[in-house]
């Protein structure tokens, strides 16, 4: 069946559709209470086998996926458990499905323990090497890379895992003391020190360092059993794709900020990933994009309030890690993360609320010098709709407002650039989609009944009907990928940029567990949490899933991030790109002609564009970063490390984010931050090869 977008239910598909982070839903549970855990362990099953859309049974292959899962989250970096500990834990790898039917606990409470026994005996490991000397000459280095690391035979092993551990953490302050308390050049490096001052940093470094690890070693081993068992069962629902996850009881308030899409202060969309907290996304006009270093797939390994040492936030739970990151109003937060390439770098963010104009519909024109044509640019930071009846104010009517007063500047083509643009509105998807095609199907979905609804535009008018293009990476998703899959199925536009989109083509429901609670004597175990459930996939009018795959561009272009396993293809257990039947549609006329010719001489000018060049020298520079896993631990190496990798960052522009000014720390206008885009000044020629204005 054809439904207008004007029938959607609002309210219920744009809280299914955003990419949300895994967080917490109702008030805490601080005691652990076996036979609540055994009723939300039998709710938990049955919800997930009666309604996730894959419809997995729950067997020995979910199990194996499950228990994967679970030994990652309890020591992902091998720095606690053994050979003989894992040997033991394999006992439960086959049985967690038996264990869900029959209402049985043993793993995560053996896990808890054997972690436990691990962290008391790491404690005492790490206050003796703490004690002893570190030599900043000795040439060794460390694997930083867990999947080449295999768990330890004996403490005598993790012991020498962990002097290499505390080495490579004493340097790393060091050389943030260095930073912070000497201070840098006119160039950004270093500034000398004295003997006795380099000892004292040493020293600084080494205390600070401790400190550290002492409080990470203690808040591990003060989680509890509810803890544990709340992590089990979200590896269960992790065994069935990565969107699907339990939700535990925690305060009202987190659920609310996490529901939102951001965290009050930095304004950054995170989700717990292999005991790491990561960046999904950096939402528009927030402190973070602003400050402009944050990225998505950002690692955040430490938490540091202004000045103060910084808390280690590996191992921790999503929400102990936002109640480091949150904060008043114009305080500064100290955030380290792990970038893409593998490097790490401290960002400075002053806590602010979100920028709302910063997030809306963007536009400028470009005029060529050489051929004197104009034409327009558009950016859509995020698919937007105000639903609170406060300002009704929406990404559609924002574009079309824009189309109109480009139309006015008759322009010649438009680029719309999609880049790190996250999601949103599914409406919005299917109506911005509208302004560029007289009528017709947008998006499929389809259940797992196998009912497939095909939501379209019924609106004849067109807004605009140029030439255009769409500029696309790997951070567009969600519902970028439904417009720009539209654009590209009706041959209605081009579409440019990164090797694939995200590839997020799933919709998830959030179902409140207390709800299917109907024993009597049940309600004492309320509240239960929740579960974040894949319920239907996406499918492109052409039938094509968005899922896994993404949109792959007509013409393809250079990006720092290639080589970088990033979207969700790379996800543990990612539901599968398949395809349904075609919708019936009619394509544009004119369509663009001649797609190969415009990718040859794309080609062409990148081969010998300034710009680009850099750009895959960076790339190439950043992949041979993550294939050297192995970590030099002599300073004098780290130190020109830190060089090299300052002046790679100081020629590097986040093309496609939302710039800022270093000078006046202001946010750059729109001409100003899209001035020296190489993929703005690309997406201009390619529009001028399509008009035939380039020889």
């Not at 768990?151 to 290499?164: G, Q």
């Not at 002053?350 to 051929?371: L, Q």
């Not at 949103?424 to 009912?451: E, H, M, W, Y």
């Not at 990718?599 to 850099?614: L, N, P, T």
Request: aromatic residues 6%; contains cysteine.
């Amino acid at each position: 069946m054809f439904y207008p977008a004007k029938y959607i239910n609002r309210i219920i598909l744009v809280l299914l559709f955003t990419l949300l982070p895994v967080c917490s839903w109702g008030k805490e549970v601080d005691t652990f209470d076996t036979n609540r855990a055994r009723l939300l362990g039998h709710m938990l099953q049955q919800q997930l086998s009666g309604k996730h859309y894959g419809q997995k049974p729950t067997d020995d292959a979910l199990s194996h996926a499950a228990f994967d899962l679970y030994l990652k989250q309890l020591d992902f970096q091998k720095r606690f458990l053994l050979q003989e500990d894992i040997a033991k834990l394999k006992f439960f790898k086959d049985r967690i499905d038996d264990a869900l039917r029959r209402g049985r606990l043993e793993l995560p409470l053996v896990g808890q323990d054997i972690l436990n026994h691990r962290i008391t005996q790491v404690q005492t490991i790490v206050t003796e090497l703490f004690e002893e000397k570190i030599d900043p000459t000795l040439v060794e280095s460390i694997e930083t890379d867990p999947d080449k690391l295999d768990y330890a035979v004996d403490l005598t092993e993790l012991r020498e895992r962990w002097r290499k551990i505390i080495k490579a953490q004493v340097f790393t302050r060091y050389i943030g003391l260095r930073e912070d308390d000497i201070g840098l050049d006119d160039d950004g490096k270093l500034l000398p020190v004295d003997e006795d001052t380099d000892a004292e940093l040493l020293y600084q470094a080494k205390e600070k360092a401790a400190k550290t690890d002492h409080n990470l070693l203690k808040r591990m081993f003060e989680e509890t059993s509810q803890d544990h068992y709340d992590r089990y069962l979200n590896a269960i629902a992790r065994a069935y794709d990565p969107h699907t996850s339990y939700l535990p009881p925690t305060t009202k308030e987190d659920f609310d900020i996490q529901m939102s899409g951001s965290l009050e202060g930095i304004g950054a969309t995170l989700r717990e990933d292999d005991n790491y907290i990561k960046v999904v996304r950096v939402i528009p006009g927030s402190a973070a994009a602003r400050q402009g270093q944050l990225e998505a797939d950002d690692i955040i390994l430490k938490v540091a309030e202004g000045n103060d040492d910084p808390v280690d936030i590996t191992d921790t739970r999503i929400r102990d890690a936002v109640a480091l990151i949150r904060g008043k109003k114009g305080t500064e937060v100290r955030l380290t993360v792990k970038k893409a390439d593998g490097s790490q770098l401290v960002i400075p963010i002053i806590r602010d609320v979100v920028e709302i104009k910063e997030t809306f519909v963007k536009g400028t024109t470009v005029t060529d010098d050489e051929s004197g044509q104009t034409f327009g640019y558009i950016k859509i930071p995020s698919f937007y709709r105000d639903y609170s009846g406060k300002t009704d104010r929406n990404c559609t009517d924002d574009l079309r407002r824009e189309l109109k007063k480009q139309n006015k500047a008759n322009i010649s083509g438009l680029i719309l650039d999609l880049r790190n643009n996250g999601g949103g509105s599914l409406s919005d998807a299917v109506s911005t989609t509208g302004l560029f095609i007289k009528t017709g199907p947008v998006v499929q979905i389809r259940n797992s009944s196998g009912q497939i609804q095909i939501m379209g535009d019924d609106d004849s008018s067109v807004e605009y009907s140029g030439p255009m293009i769409v500029l696309v990476n790997r951070f567009s998703a969600s519902a970028s990928e439904i417009l720009a899959g539209a654009l590209q199925d009706y041959g209605r536009a081009l579409i440019v940029g990164d090797v694939h989109t995200h590839g997020k083509g799933t919709v998830q429901a959030l179902l409140d567990l207390d709800r299917f609670v109907n024993l009597r004597g049940m309600e004492k175990y309320i509240p239960l949490g929740a579960v974040k459930i894949t319920i239907q996939k996406f499918y492109r009018i052409s039938g094509e899933s968005t899922q896994e795959e993404g949109v792959i561009p007509d013409i393809e272009l250079p990006s720092r991030l290639d080589g970088l396993k990033s979207g969700e293809k790379y996800l543990d257990n990612a539901m599968p790109w398949d395809h349904i039947a075609s919708a019936t549609y009619k394509p544009w006329k004119p369509a663009p002609e001649n797609i190969p010719k415009l990718q040859q001489k794309s080609k062409a000018r990148i081969k010998s564009d300034e710009d680009f060049q850099e750009i895959i020298s960076d790339a190439d520079s950043a992949q041979k970063r993550r294939e050297e896993t192995q970590q030099s631990l002599l300073l004098k190496d780290l130190l020109a490390e830190r060089d090299q990798l300052h002046d790679e960052r100081e020629r590097m522009t986040p093309h496609g984010a939302m710039a800022t000014d270093d000078d006046d720390k202001k946010t750059k206008s729109l001409d100003e931050e899209i001035a020296d885009d190489p993929y703005v000044k690309e997406g201009v020629t390619i529009l001028e090869d399509m008009l035939g204005s380039t020889p």
